[in-house]
């Protein structure tokens, strides 16, 4: 038996899902914006307690390592790593742009999400950069992927590659809504999913039965870009 606790806080969602062997037992998040610290310590505990498990039950703790935000993803992380480095057991790091591709899927599966073909559609998970700017990966159906993760400059000719070679081109996340009036509008579809830690659950299962984890001491999140510190321009005097 494999109990994993997955933790994904990469945007303004807080969120911390329990699961055994690869499925869902419970789930805790908020988009309650920038407390995460404290929610997310308060959600791991729920979660345990509720399900009648301790810590010690855990056979391993998987995190959302990016692209997202630089402070989001340092408190996830930081947060895995305590937990694994205190309790021996091993941190699986999946990328946030996968996990919530996953997301969709269950959407879809759940029939919460109306794409006309989903056998040939193109999956495009956006999560925020700013400006008209977005971290991106494409997948098909089955999330496998069709790019690199990367930081993209949304113009009209974005993604041309995928857009219009065959089946939809669907966007999603915190980062979709403002390219939609920027991409084309033939071949483009926009639907509304959100970040949470239960598109880490399935990934996480498959790299734990395969040995793929992380080292505890020298893991960092996946940042793509550095962060940048900006000067205030309020006057303290």
């Known amino acids: 038996m494999s109990l994993i606790l997955s933790i994904e806080t990469g945007t303004s ?37 509720i399900n009648e498990y301790s810590p010690d039950d855990l056979d391993a703790v998987a995190v959302g390592k990016g692209p997202g935000s630089y402070t989001g993803l340092r408190i996830g992380v930081s947060t895995a790593k305590g937990i694994c480095y205190a309790l021996g057991i091993p941190l699986i790091g999946i990328g ?10 269950e959407d879809y599966d759940a ?25 991106a990966q494409v997948f098909d159906s089955s999330i496998n992927p069709l790019s690199e993760a990367d930081a993209h400059i949304i113009e009209p000719e974005s993604f041309a590659e995928f857009i219009g070679s065959g089946g939809e081109f669907v966007i999603f ?42 080292d505890v ?13 900006t000067t205030s321009k309020k006057k303290l005097f």
């Open 13 to 49: 969602i807080c969120s911390a899902a329990l699961s055994r062997n690869g499925e869902l037992i419970a789930l805790r998040e908020s988009a309650g914006g920038q407390d995460h610290a404290r929610k997310l310590a308060m959600y791991i505990d729920e979660l345990l307690k």
């Open 96 to 105: 946030s742009l996968e996990a919530l591709a996953n997301v969709a899927a």
């Open 111 to 135: 029939g919460i999400l109306d794409i006309d073909s989903w056998e040939t559609a193109k999956l495009c998970p956006m999560i925020d950069a700013r400006r008209m700017e977005v971290y």
């Open 173 to 214: 996340g915190n980062g979709a809504a403002k390219c939609v009036e920027t991409l084309p509008k033939e071949g483009v579809k926009f639907v509304d999913v959100t970040p949470s830690a239960r598109g880490i659950v399935k990934p996480a299962y498959e790299a734990f039965q395969a040995g793929r984890f992380e």
């Open 217 to 229: 001491a020298y893991f960092e999140p996946f940042y793509l870009k550095d962060f940048v510190v």
